[in-house]
């Protein structure tokens, strides 16, 4: 069974600052996705970037990043010139690509709390 | 605004009642997936619906048992609730589960068992 690990319970960075999320996953599967999704105060569920494990290169929106390293298994997020939005609950989320019903839902990390200092 | 959208948005009661959250998916998505978050933890897939057929389920306990009707609001039913059940519970739909289209979630309900 897959499973995705989030090992920064909490993150703090300055304003204007960069900062990066790790995750690392464990998986047999050759094909899948992962994604990263925000969670702020209002508690809806966000999605920040995705990535496909086929392609090689790192998904980027604005100033949303990933590292993505296949072999080792590990998609981390930075976000850049950090505001004061971004604070938030970051969620990573893994989702299989095989054809089968069963694989579509997305199994996710515990989740790392950002805090943007002002 | 994600075009799901979930009622009630909060809902409180007391142990060993039964409660209804409803769903309803963005227009012409025809796939509904139903998530618990206890506090301060990731989501646990609970079940799956495609165009009114269960595709999947997770970790749903034999309490809690969903519907997805023709019109594809779902609803997902939890009874007998004990103080554990407390969690937010989020409703989230896509196109086609086969396609690599983004689950778009609701803002939640978040039920209180007292």
């Known amino acids: 069974a897959q499973t995705v690990t989030q090992s920064q319970p909490e993150m703090s960075v300055q304003e204007a600052e960069t900062v990066t999320l790790s995750c690392t996953y464990d998986t047999s599967e050759s094909d899948y996705y992962l994604f990263w999704y925000k969670q702020p105060p209002s508690r809806q569920m966000i999605l920040v970037i995705r990535?496909?494990?086929?392609k090689q290169q790192n998904a980027t929106e604005n100033r949303f990043s990933v590292n993505f390293q296949k072999a080792a298994k590990s998609f981390s997020l930075k976000i850049s010139d950090s505001q004061l939005g971004d604070a938030a609950m970051y969620f990573c989320?893994?989702?299989?690509?095989?054809?089968?019903?069963?694989?579509?839902?997305?199994?996710w990390g515990a989740g790392t709390k950002l805090i943007i200092k002002p | 605004d994600s075009g799901v959208t979930q009622t009630p948005k909060h809902l409180i009661t007391a142990t060993g009642q039964r409660v209804t959250l409803r769903c309803s998916p963005r227009s012409g998505d025809l796939s509904v997936y139903w998530y618990q978050q206890s506090l301060d933890q990731g989501l646990q897939f609970l079940i799956q619906?495609?165009?009114?057929?269960?595709?999947a389920k997770g970790n749903i306990l034999e309490r809690f048992s969903a519907q997805q009707f023709p019109d594809l609001h779902s609803e997902l039913n939890l009874s007998s609730l004990e103080l554990g059940d407390s969690a937010l519970y989020f409703c989230?739909?896509?196109?086609?589960?086969?396609?690599?289209?983004?689950?778009?979630f609701g803002p939640g309900t978040r039920l209180t068992v007292t």
């Open positions: 619906y495609y165009n009114g057929e269960e595709r």
């Open positions: 990535q496909e494990a086929y």
């Open positions: 989320a893994y989702r299989s690509a095989a054809l089968m019903d069963s694989n579509y839902q997305l199994i």
């Open positions: 989230a739909s896509s196109v086609e589960p086969r396609l690599l289209r983004e689950q778009y």
